[in-house]
């Protein structure tokens, strides 16, 4: 991996959660992890205390986005971020989560302005930062609307992708009760998450002509209105429409019988009608080593895929497999000439 012009800019995420645990953990293991250089937006202070208790003993610097690079070789950089704040490991603490948004919204700015290749953002705590205020249902929105504040002549909307090694799957509706999914789910909706999706697995991710697996939202895919009409009304024209503007897209499959190791081999990615039918199976298949991937943005983003895990916050337990692979990931799909 190599050479690096920019590093990958990295958001502290929850700070009583695994993210400093992350952070510290994967670039104390850089070399045999093929990672590229990162920084962290956080509090320097705060990441000392939490290799303390992890028996780490990594050099730890502070840094601009600018030099992160010639340091992160020796040492893990720090763009501090925010106060100073206290390290509680498992222990929710209301007055960080302005911190937390800083860090993303700097993660992103930082990409903007030059100094980062990409982004990498670690775990948050919705229910926390809903009490200071945050509106957005999650990473994922949130991210789009920064998009739109630094380029704002991006017209594209933020898809949600969940990316592992066998199994690439990416949900029409995210962060929505599944009873209002069939009031959500549209035509228009459909064709415009595939034409995304479509898009950054050309532009991005290298592929010449990806094949769309597109699920029914009922069982059996609604047996022809026989199991709710939503599929024959709704799925089929979307796919229809697709086909015409020259994307691969196939369906309505079934859900059930469309993630197993055969099924997996005459497609590229799947789409998903909401959260959990696809991404059940995606975690199914590839816990500790997928990645959360978002479509459709000006700029690169990827994410573990898992959560703050705050029972693990300090102890040393945790897996760092998923956010080795966001970093790989991240400057892989921010340098797609080397794919």
């Not at 290749?117 to 670690?122: E, I, L, P, S």
Request: proline share 9%; glycine share 8%.
């Amino acid at each position: 991996m190599g050479p690096f012009e920019k590093p990958i800019a990295v958001s502290m995420g929850e700070p009583a959660g695994i993210g400093p645990d992350l952070a510290l953990l994967a670039w104390a293991r850089r070399k045999s992890l093929d990672i590229p250089p990162f920084y962290v937006r956080g509090d320097l202070h705060l990441f000392r205390e939490r290799a303390q208790k992890l028996g780490l003993k990594p050099r730890l610097e502070a840094s601009s986005p600018d030099e992160a690079i010639g340091i992160c070789a020796k040492a893990l950089p720090i763009v501090q971020t925010g106060p100073e704040l206290v390290d509680l490991p498992g222990q929710e603490q209301p007055e960080t989560a302005h911190s937390v948004i800083a860090s993303i919204e700097a993660c992103v700015a930082d990409v903007h302005k030059g100094a980062a290749a990409a982004v990498v953002t670690n775990p948050i705590n919705k229910a926390a930062l809903y009490k200071a205020g945050f509106t957005h249902p999650g990473h994922t929105e949130f991210l789009g609307d920064l998009g739109r504040k630094y380029w704002p002549e991006t017209t594209s909307r933020p898809v949600m992708m969940i990316a592992g090694p066998e199994l690439m799957v990416v949900p029409v509706t995210i962060h929505i009760p599944l009873k209002d999914v069939p009031v959500e789910l549209t035509e228009d909706l459909i064709v415009e998450t595939a034409e995304i999706t479509s898009s950054d697995l050309k532009n991005r991710f290298g592929y010449s002509s990806p094949i769309l697996a597109v699920c029914g939202l009922n069982p059996h895919a609604g047996e022809n209105g026989a199991m709710g009409t939503e599929d024959r009304d709704v799925i089929v024209p979307a796919i229809e429409r697709l086909q015409a503007k020259g994307i691969n897209a196939t369906g309505p499959h079934p859900a059930d019988t469309l993630f197993h190791a055969s099924a997996r081999k005459d497609y590229d990615c799947v789409l998903g009608m909401y959260h959990d039918q696809v991404l059940i199976p995606a975690k199914t298949i590839g816990f500790d080593d997928s990645v959360n991937v978002t479509l459709g943005l000006p700029f690169v983003r990827t994410s573990p895929d898992h959560g703050t895990a705050y029972g693990l916050a300090g102890t040393g337990d945790v897996r760092i497999d998923s956010f080795a692979a966001s970093l790989r990931m991240a400057y892989a799909l921010a340098n797609p000439d080397q794919l």
